[in-house]
Structure formats: C-alpha cells, structure tokens
C-alpha cells in the first residue's frame, strides 16, 4: 500500500471519528432532560469546541503535510544536482 493511500485512509478515519463525537454529543444533549434554552447553549458551546477543535487538527494536519513536502522536494533537487 503506498504511503499515500495511507494519509486518505487515516484522514478518512479522523474525519468520520469527529462526524461521529459531534453526532453523539448532540442526540445526548438533545434527549437530556433539561429545559430548552439550557440544552440550546450546550449544543451551541460543544458545536464551538468541536470546530474548534476540528480546526486545530486539520492545521496540524496541514502542516505535517507541508512539512513531508518540503523534505521531499529537497530530497529531490539534492537527487537532481548529484
């Protein structure tokens, strides 16, 4: 398996992962015995972390990726120059 069908692979999993918490949390909220307004403002802040959180790995993500870029591109010009 290349290295490549991997990252899809594990993005794939992450992506379902946060799909799944973020569903979970809600119908937890949502079927809680708690006045309306109350259940509201918890879906509204657990919705926030989510995404901010969400945010955070797919910078983090990003970044590694980046990163594996740029030692590639120079793994390949010091290839080219020998």
């Not at 379902?16 to 918890?42: S, W």
């Not at 972390?49 to 969400?54: C, E, F, P, Q, S």
Request: charged fraction near 30%; proline fraction near 1%.
């Amino acid at each position: 398996m290349r290295y490549e069908d991997q990252e899809v692979q594990v993005l794939g999993f992450v992506a379902g992962f946060i799909a799944g918490v973020a569903v979970g949390a809600g119908v937890a909220l949502l079927t809680a015995p708690e006045k309306g307004r109350k259940t509201r403002r918890r879906i509204v802040r657990a919705a926030s972390d989510a995404r901010g959180t969400a945010q955070d790995r797919l910078e983090a993500f990003a970044q590694d990726v980046r990163e594996r870029v740029d030692d590639a591109v120079q793994a390949a010009r010091k290839t080219v120059a020998r």
